[in-house]
Every structure is written in C-alpha cells, then in structure tokens.
C-alpha cells in the first residue's frame, strides 16, 4: 500500500456539493421566517400610507408563512434554538406590532393617547405571549394555553380588510377598542385552544372530507371577505363553544351516573 492511498479507518469527507445542499436547508426555515417579518414591515409601511385592504392581507401572508417554516424545519430535521428565537423575534413585528400600528391608523387615532395605549396593550400581550410559549411545557400538545399570536391578529386582520375605510369619529373607534382589546387579554389567558399542528394533513379515505375542502375552497373564492372574517372570530369564539359542549357532556355523564336506566314503565292498567 503506497503512502497516498487512504486507508479504510481514515475519515471520508463530504462532498462540497453535498455540504453546501445540506447548509442550504438547514437556511431554507429561516428564509421563510424572513418572508415572514418582511410581510410584518409592509403591513407596516402600507397602514401608516393609509392603504389598509393592501395592508391587511400581509398579516395573512405571514401567518401562512409562519406556519410553513416549523413544518419545513420538522420535516427538513434542522430545527435550531437560533430557528425558535428567530421565529419569536419575527412574530413579535409581524403579530404584534403589525397588528396594532395597522389597527391604531385604520380606527385607534380619533381616541388619541387612549388609542395608543391601546395599541401598546395589544403589542405587550402578543410579547407575553410569545415568551410564555418559549420556556412553557405543554403536556398535551392538541392545545394552546391561550390564543396564539397569529390567531389574535387574524382578528384585526380580517375585520379592516372586510371593511377597509378609516375611522374618524371617537364613538365608531370604540369597535377598534374592543377589537384588540379582546384578543389581548385571551393571549395571555388560560383558555386552551385546539392547536391545527395536531391535523393529519394525509390524503383522508373518506370521500365527503375531500367534498367539505372543495366546499370551503369554493366559499373561500366566492366570498373571500366574509369566509377570513367568519374563520377569524370562529376561532376566537372556539374555546367558548367547546367548554360549552363539553359542560353540557359532563352534566349528562353525571346525571347518568347518579340516575342510571331504568326499565320503561307503562301507563297501562296493571291486570
């Protein structure tokens, strides 16, 4: 054996072009996270032109977005800490500050310093919230212990690109008051909403399911406006409807509990 033949314990080094391709996944989570606080700074830029339907659907964009980059990164294996603290830092523009610069020039400005506090309300829950869901465990991960960012802000969202026209007056404003006033305070609750990471996005067997998407899909073409503004307070008004249909379970379960079956009886004369 020659001196420059490799033996078989010598290290094998990667090819360069399978270096650069794994760094280049390891980099492709991250660049949908920068599309995703890109679409937080033109939400931004277009709410402080005064230009609220082009603004709104940025915050649709990146919640879309956000959504994608976790995916790509679990199924890509190149999750990171530097990846979680990034997307945090993203979310915080694009479902914090976004949100709240969007709806403090579309309805918040006629209340003066009440609209800005606000705002800042709104911008320091969505913060809370997103450090809370940094360092918490959750054991049962079909739920989120309070509203998620994205979700909140899909509320403002919706609402200005349904109805797009400025504010002027104090008393109307009161609506855009309450619109983030709301979300606000369900981020930093303790209502569990159902997490939509848990779905199996597999091919279902079952023939009506793919019937319901055309469905939705077909509403969603149709009525773009109305179908963003019903998925946006369905979601916000879930945890209610949920507690609501299983109280109602539990009491039934107890009832049967306490009262069990009897035989039917007759109202028939005994012979």
């Keep these: 054996m020659s001196a420059e033949e490799p033996t078989r314990d010598a290290p094998r080094e990667s090819p360069p072009e399978r270096k650069g391709l794994r760094r280049g996944v390891f980099l492709l989570p991250s660049l ?30 990146a919640i879309v977005l956000d959504m994608l980059d976790g995916r790509i990164a679990r199924m890509t294996g190149s999750s990171s800490q530097f990846g979680v603290e990034f997307d945090s830092l993203a979310d915080l523009i694009s479902f914090g500050m976004a949100p709240a610069a969007l709806t403090f020039q579309w309805g918040l400005a006629p209340l003066g310093r009440l609209g800005w506090a606000v705002g800042f309300l709104y911008l320091t829950a ?23 960012s ?54 279902p067997r079952n023939p009506k399911v793919l019937l319901v998407a055309a469905g939705g899909i077909a509403l969603m073409v149709a009525y773009t406006h109305e179908m963003l503004v019903a998925l946006a307070y369905g979601y916000l008004l879930a945890p209610v409807i949920e507690w609501v249909v299983t109280r109602g379970s539990r009491r039934q379960a107890v009832a049967d509990a306490v ?6 009886t007759s109202d028939a004369p005994p012979i």
Excluded at 32 to 47: E, H, I, K, R, S
Excluded at 127 to 146: E, P, T
Excluded at 259 to 264: E, M
């Design 126 to 148: 969505a913060a809370v919230r997103l450090a809370r869901f940094n360092i918490q465990h959750v054991s049962d991960k079909r739920y989120f212990v309070g509203m998620p």
């Design 259 to 264: 009262n069990p079956d009897t035989p039917p």
């Design 32 to 61: 949908f996270t920068v599309a995703n606080l890109f679409c937080g700074w033109a939400c931004v830029v277009y709410a402080m032109r005064g230009q609220f339907e082009t603004a709104a659907p940025f915050i649709g964009f």
């Design 150 to 203: 994205p979700s909140a802000a899909g509320i403002p969202a919706a609402t200005i690109y349904f109805y797009p026209y400025a504010i002027t007056e104090r008393g109307p404003a009161i609506i855009a008051l309450v619109m983030l006033i709301v979300p606000a305070l369900l981020m930093v609750s303790t209502f569990r909403f159902r997490s939509m990471k848990t779905l199996n996005l597999a091919a």
